[in-house]
């Protein structure tokens, strides 16, 4: 039997959610309502799944999926939200990650379930991210790997970072990995170096 963990800050989802997973045979190891409450029940469970609402205060979808793939890259996900934007979500489409619309159709969500434990978790070798550093009215571009990535969201010295392009550009690994390595001492003029002024708005 596939087993999950559910998280969403809405009980009467998770209810509702809960019984239709019942009766496809999905055993629910355990109920969160945010991001942090998933992270936490991966790394207990080490479920199958993990099927998680976007907007949940504080702690959001974004913040569970980003956060399990640092403890486990293989880690298979759901997304379940009544935002209809969220296609154009960089993240998700990098990462493969389904979509769930509310309301839910039963159908649909074991077919969904079926295609994502059958579909091999591969990160994209290279795309692109924005940034800002602190204290710096430009934003800047470059090309990273999905580690480097989560490297730069991580540094003391960057305010903002997302994931723009998907597109395999080329991909100077050692230099970016470098550039990071000396960004964590303070010393940013190599990741300048290796960026693209976008704008100063």
């Known amino acids: ?46 479920p199958d799944l993990v099927l998680t609402d976007l907007q949940m205060p504080r702690y959001d979808g974004y913040y569970a999926v980003e956060n399990i793939k640092d403890v486990d890259s293989m880690a298979k996900f759901i997304m379940i939200t009544g935002d209809l934007d969220v296609r154009n979500s960089n993240l998700l489409n990098l990462l493969n990650i389904p979509i769930l619309h509310k309301p839910f159709d039963t159908q649909q969500i074991k077919q969904t379930i079926d295609d994502v434990l059958l579909r091999e978790n591969e990160f994209p070798t290279s795309f692109q991210i924005q940034y800002k550093f602190k204290e710096d009215v430009n934003y800047y571009t470059c090309t990273v790997n999905y580690q480097q990535y ?26 970016m990995q470098n550039a990071l390595n000396l960004a964590t001492e303070n010393d940013i003029a190599p990741i300048r170096k290796l960026s693209e002024v976008v704008s100063n708005d």
Do not use: W
Request: charged residues 30%; negative net charge.
């Open 1 to 46: 039997m596939v087993n999950c963990i559910l998280i969403d800050d809405d009980p009467d989802i998770v209810d509702v959610f809960s019984e239709l997973l019942h009766t496809i045979n999905v055993d629910i190891l355990a109920t969160g309502n945010n991001g942090k409450d998933a992270v936490e029940l991966y790394k207990k469970h080490k």
């Open 150 to 175: 989560r490297n730069f969201k991580l540094l003391p010295v960057i305010e903002e970072c997302e994931i723009t392009n998907q597109k395999n550009t080329k991909l100077f690994y050692e230099k």
